[in-house]
């Protein structure tokens, strides 16, 4: 692997719970932070956090029991045993340094997941896109067969009002995230790949390193287990064909011919919203995977979640499709927030050039299919992402008729010298057809821009994984305005 996390051993043994005692989590406001401290709650383990800010993720963990802090502070570490952190948190940080003084365990978050799983049966979600979907997916399909997972995710199960949750069952699903080689700590039974695509590379360096990350993720499967990977992304099915060769049991899915589940004869329904589209395993019956959101993206994700459910774990095949078939996936995940004046709002946390393109495709068809325009904001994440892909961006971005492109949210990164969105306006400007392209702006300024512009029957999609969530309301008040 071309890059790994200096403070981490993600191949180590990881301690037991009951060894960890009193556990402080440094932003533990944060999604991936929050999943963890909800486990070690229901497990009866202490817990305090503090975070930059008030949120109501802190006042939900209150509630559950822990001690929040708003603001760092050195003397939140005093009565602990163990601290917990991200791969975000720097070395600076004045209650992780007091930490270290105090010679604390410090763990990974990952590692803090890992540690509240005991000896359950594991299935680890990995993917450049679609691994939170399929995360949630995989659960309601495991609790609709009957076998009441325990779950972590990176985003909130749409319906269930959690990111999180420890049932006692024999079976945890988590969304393991590849970003900081952190996936592979948690050696699963049944891992899910649904791509292998060049993200992260202010981690990786190269995509070299990424591929190598996977096949190590791969690795970590436990002998006997499975893998499930997608036929129709080019690195996951060479990952597949590696592993296979290795003598890993592996299970291909997707629209190719080469995929053990073969799907095919996709359709939207008159609504538009739902699909319906025919599964077939090799050497299996026929059987139709009813969903009731759109994109051929999601039906490969829930594709992959079925045969993880059914192959890997061995639940029931129709209670299985009849969990997906209400499954609405995760919040944030072509969220539909509302409705005013025949114009719908829809919100989406996609954040790179692959699932840009996946959302904005199917946004554009469901506009297309309503005799509508398709509008879209979307506000880049890190400025390391946007510098490496905007020319992904730019054509992702293509098929909408309208292109509001918000300044960069940084997140954990400080600003770079001449990366701003214009290097995705810039390539998006000389792709063919007719588009308007906004570059900057203030949230109440692109929602007015977006309510003037949209008509009834349209579709206004909101799309980036930092603040641009809140302009959703915003575009949804002013149009009740207008």
């Avoid at 800010?53 to 802090?69: E, H, I, N």
């Avoid at 053990?260 to 395993?281: I, M, Y």
Wanted: charge should be negative; include cysteine; glycine fraction near 12%.
């Amino acid at each position: 692997m071309a890059a790994a996390a200096p403070r981490f051993d993600f191949t180590t043994e990881v301690p037991g719970l009951g060894s960890l005692g009193r556990v402080h989590f440094i932003a533990i406001g944060g999604a991936g932070m929050s999943a963890v401290a909800r486990i070690m709650l229901a497990r009866g383990v202490t817990v305090s956090g503090s975070d930059a800010k008030q949120s109501p993720t802190l006042d939900a963990l209150r509630d559950l029991g822990a001690r929040a802090f708003v603001g760092h502070d050195a003397r939140h570490v005093t009565d602990v045993d163990t601290v917990v952190i991200s791969s975000a948190i720097p070395e600076t940080n004045v209650e992780l340094r007091a930490a270290r003084d105090a010679n604390l365990l410090v763990l990974h978050r990952s590692q803090g997941l890992a540690a509240t799983m005991g000896d359950t049966r594991r299935a680890a979600v990995a993917g450049a896109n679609g691994k939170t979907t399929t995360t949630s997916m995989l659960t309601v399909a495991l609790q609709s067969a009957g076998l009441d997972p325990s779950f972590a995710s990176g985003g909130e199960l749409t319906g269930q009002g959690t990111n999180a949750a420890w049932t006692g069952g024999e079976i945890f699903v988590v969304e393991a995230d590849e970003s900081d080689g952190s996936f592979l700590t948690y050696r699963p039974e049944v891992a899910v790949v649904t791509n292998v695509q060049p993200d992260h590379l202010d981690f990786y360096g190269t995509f070299e390193g990424v591929q190598e990350a996977y096949a190590a993720f791969a690795a970590t499967i436990v002998p006997g287990g499975l893998l499930v990977a997608c036929a129709d992304d080019e690195g996951s099915a060479r990952l597949a064909g590696a592993a296979a060769a290795k003598g890993i049991r592996t299970l291909t899915y997707g629209f190719a011919e080469s995929a053990d589940l073969r799907l095919s004869e996709h359709r939207a329904d008159d609504a538009g919203l739902g699909t319906t589209t025919v599964l077939r395993l090799r050497g299996g019956e026929a059987r139709t995977l009813a969903l009731p959101i759109p994109g051929v993206h999601n039906a490969l994700n829930a594709a992959a979640a079925f045969l993880a459910a059914t192959e890997g774990f061995g639940a029931d095949p129709v209670s299985v499709l009849d969990g997906l078939a209400g499954s609405l996936g995760a919040r944030r995940r072509f969220e539909v927030r509302g409705e005013v004046r025949g114009v719908t709002v829809v919100d989406d946390y996609a954040h790179n050039a692959g699932k840009v393109t996946a959302v904005v495709a199917t946004a554009a068809e469901l506009a297309r299919r309503r005799g509508g325009r398709l509008h879209v904001a979307f506000q880049p994440h890190l400025y390391s992402r946007t510098r490496d892909f905007a020319s992904g961006f730019a054509a992702g971005l293509a098929p909408a008729d309208t292109v509001i492109l918000l300044d960069i949210y940084g997140a954990r990164e400080e600003p770079m010298e001449g990366v701003t969105s214009e290097l995705v306006a810039a390539p998006l400007r000389e792709l063919p057809g007719e588009r308007t392209i906004t570059v900057g702006g203030s949230f109440p300024e692109a929602a007015a821009a977006l309510a003037d512009v949209a008509a009834h029957g349209d579709l206004v999609l909101v799309v980036g994984a930092g603040d641009v969530t809140d302009l959703a309301d915003d575009v949804l008040r002013a149009l009740e305005a207008r």
